[in-house]
T-cell receptor, first 116, second 112 residues
Framework: AQKVTQAQTEISVVEKEDVTLDCVYETRDTTYYLFWYKQPPSGELVFLIRRNSFDEQNEISGRYSWNFQKSTSSFNFTITASQVVDSAVYFCALSDFTGGGNKLTFGTGTQLKVEL | SQTIHQWPATLVQPVGSPLSLECTVEGTSNPNLYWYRQAAGRGLQLLFYSVGIGQISSEVPQNLSASRPQDRQFILSSKKLLLSDSGFYLC???????????FGPGTRLTVL
């Protein structure tokens, strides 16, 4: 069965620190997609990235970077030089064929608090 | 560009009353549509999804139902609300299977 684990319930950092949010997934499929979403206090989920299972290249977008490692079934998210505006709940999600390709399995989220 | 709307933004309803939440998508055709609920805490639970008009798949047996009367309209309903129906309801759309889902602003429902 598909499963996404975000073991870090809450992380607190001081502004400008780097922070890594962990995501571990389980799937029996060879073709799958991984996602990260941000949920700020307003509540709306904001799409950040999609990665397919055949592309293990790390991705960098500004202060955000993602490390996909199939060997450890992990898709970790790093924020460099964190800012107060990064405070939010971050969700990792998985979409695979067995789970129904049009459905996302979400982790329980990691609450990130960035303080001055 | 595509936009997704949900209304109302907040709703307070008594137990036993009916419910109708609406979601519409603009700027795309034949989207996949989804209803999620986020209860106190932060877990996201998929309630319903639809791949076309009149096609509804239910993920969790419950007090709710969904309908898709038009290509870009998705409605979440209940005949009689329960206290446990309180939560944050999110509608989402995607272009096709496996693609990223885009979420609406959500409806915060409180059942008293």
């Amino acid at each position: 069965a598909q499963k996404v684990t975000q073991a870090q319930t809450e992380i607190s950092v001081v502004e400008k620190e780097d922070v890594t949010l962990d995501c571990v997934y389980e799937t029996r499929d060879t073709t799958y997609y991984l996602f990260w979403y941000k949920q700020p206090p307003s509540g709306e989920l904001v799409f950040l990235i999609r990665r397919n299972s055949f592309d293990e290249q790390n991705e960098i977008s500004g202060r955000y970077s993602w490390n996909f490692q199939k060997s450890t079934s992990s898709f970790n998210f790093t924020i460099t030089a964190s800012q107060v505006v990064d405070s939010a709940v971050y969700f990792c999600a998985l979409s695979d064929f067995t789970g129904g390709g049009n459905k996302l399995t979400f982790g329980t989220g990691t609450q990130l608090k960035v303080e001055l | 560009s595509q936009t997704i709307h949900q209304w109302p933004a907040t709703l307070v309803q008594p137990v036993g009353s009916p419910l109708s939440l609406e979601c519409t998508v603009e700027g795309t055709s034949n989207p996949n549509l989804y209803w999620y609920r986020q209860a106190a805490g932060r877990g996201l639970q998929l309630l319903f999804y639809s791949v076309g008009i009149g096609q509804i798949s239910s993920e969790v047996p419950q007090n709710l139902s969904a309908s898709r009367p038009q290509d870009r309209q998705f409605i979440l309903s209940s005949k009689k609300l329960l206290l446990s129906d309180s939560g944050f309801y999110l509608c989402a759309w995607s272009r096709e299977d496996y693609n990223e889902q885009f979420f609406g602003p959500g409806t915060r429902l409180t059942v008293l």
